[in-house]
């Protein structure tokens, strides 16, 4: 049974006035996909993931969500996306309480519905005390489990993260992550990007390299380590992006931290 094409981006460009971010990005996510797009600081990650979101206008090329062509200014394919953003802003003045209901309503679902599935959420992620305290006092953490809520709260079909255990402690992180996986295996598609190779390597089922505004490695961990004599994901990483300088950043670095300079000679 083939299976459904949930995302499908064909020849996809971006520039920001002279600055070509994405230079025809084609990739096809489907449905039950746990995919990690990964790559280096301004490969165009975030960028492509603004666009399928409807963030960010001026690009070329065509991009589909669940079959239709986001550019027909048709918003429902919204509702069933849940999006977590690497920064938010979380009204901090409100409780975890008021912030659901808002995004609730946002997505059509009922302040009641809202508030008792947000509350059985968060309680599971053992923050049923938190619930009505003001989310200004929360750690990075405990506001990163608002979001995750907020960004599931209306059952999406695709969950868009971006860096999405930041702040989390490790039994946190091995609960998310089996939930995300879990989503994945009842159908749901999980996109995210994330700077840790390990998250990177074992959330995903298949991963995307981006790499100065193309997709230069798309597979599984195994397909990707064919491509390349490295072990690690990491050093996968470091091959198929070009990035041979370590050691010697590494060398020069300590060098100077160790070693006291006359300004003069600097």
Same mark, same amino acid.
Do not use: C, W
């Given at each position: 049974?083939e299976? =459904?094409?949930?995302?499908?981006?064909h020849?996809?460009?971006?520039n920001f006035?002279?600055? !070509?971010?994405?230079?025809?990005?084609?990739?096809e996510?489907?449905?039950?996909?746990?995919?990690?797009?990964?790559?280096?600081?301004? &490969?165009? %990650?975030s960028?492509?993931?603004?666009?399928?979101?409807?963030?960010? #206008? @001026?690009?070329?090329?065509?991009?589909?969500?669940? @079959? %239709?062509?986001?550019?027909?200014?048709?918003?429902?394919? %919204?509702?069933?996306?849940?999006?977590?953003?690497?920064?938010?802003?979380?009204?901090? !003045?409100?409780?975890?309480? +008021?912030?659901?209901?808002f995004?609730? *309503?946002?997505? @059509?679902?009922?302040?009641?519905?809202?508030?008792? %599935?947000?509350?059985?959420?968060l309680?599971?992620?053992?923050? #049923?005390?938190?619930?009505?305290?003001?989310?200004?006092?929360?750690?990075?953490g *405990?506001?990163?489990?608002?979001?995750i809520?907020?960004?599931?709260?209306?059952?999406?079909?695709?969950?868009?993260?971006? =860096?999405?255990?930041?702040g989390? $402690?490790?039994?946190?992180v091995?609960v998310?992550?089996?939930? /995300?996986? #879990?989503?994945?295996?009842?159908?749901?598609?999980?996109? /995210?990007?994330?700077?840790i *190779? +390990?998250?990177?390597?074992?959330?995903?089922?298949?991963?995307?390299?981006?790499? $100065? @505004?193309?997709v230069? &490695? $798309?597979?599984?961990?195994?397909?990707?380590?064919? !491509?390349?004599?490295?072990?690690?994901?990491?050093?996968?990483?470091?091959?198929?992006?070009?990035?041979?300088?370590?050691?010697?950043?590494?060398?020069? /670095?300590? $060098?100077?931290?160790?070693?006291?300079?006359?300004?003069?000679? &600097?």
């Open positions: 049974m299976k =459904e094409k949930v995302i499908t981006l020849n996809l460009k971006m006035g002279n600055h !070509q971010v994405l230079k025809g990005i084609h990739l996510v489907y449905r039950g996909d746990i995919v990690g797009y990964i790559g280096p600081n301004g &490969a165009g %990650k960028t492509t993931i603004k666009i399928i979101l409807g963030l960010i #206008e @001026g690009y070329t090329g065509s991009v589909e969500v669940f @079959g %239709k062509p986001i550019d027909k200014k048709d918003l429902q394919y %919204k509702r069933k996306i849940g999006y977590v953003p690497e920064s938010a802003d979380m009204y901090e !003045q409100l409780t975890p309480s +008021e912030y659901l209901s995004i609730g *309503m946002l997505y @059509g679902i009922g302040e009641k519905v809202a508030q008792e %599935k947000g509350f059985q959420l309680r599971l992620l053992g923050m #049923e005390e938190m619930f009505h305290q003001r989310i200004e006092g929360f750690s990075k *405990m506001r990163q489990k608002v979001l809520v907020s960004s599931l709260l209306h059952n999406p079909d695709i969950i868009f993260l971006d =860096e999405p255990l930041n989390l $402690d490790t039994n946190s091995s998310i992550k089996q939930i /995300f996986r #879990e989503l994945a295996n009842q159908g749901k598609t999980i996109f /995210f990007s994330s700077h *190779m +390990e998250v990177v390597e074992n959330m995903s089922n298949r991963i995307m390299l981006l790499a $100065d @505004g193309k230069v &490695a $798309d597979g599984d961990v195994a397909q990707l380590k064919k !491509q390349s004599d490295q072990g690690s994901l990491e050093e996968v990483f470091n091959q198929l992006t070009n990035f041979h300088s370590q050691d010697d950043t590494v060398k020069a /670095f300590v $060098d100077y931290v160790l070693h006291e300079r006359d300004p003069k000679d &600097a």
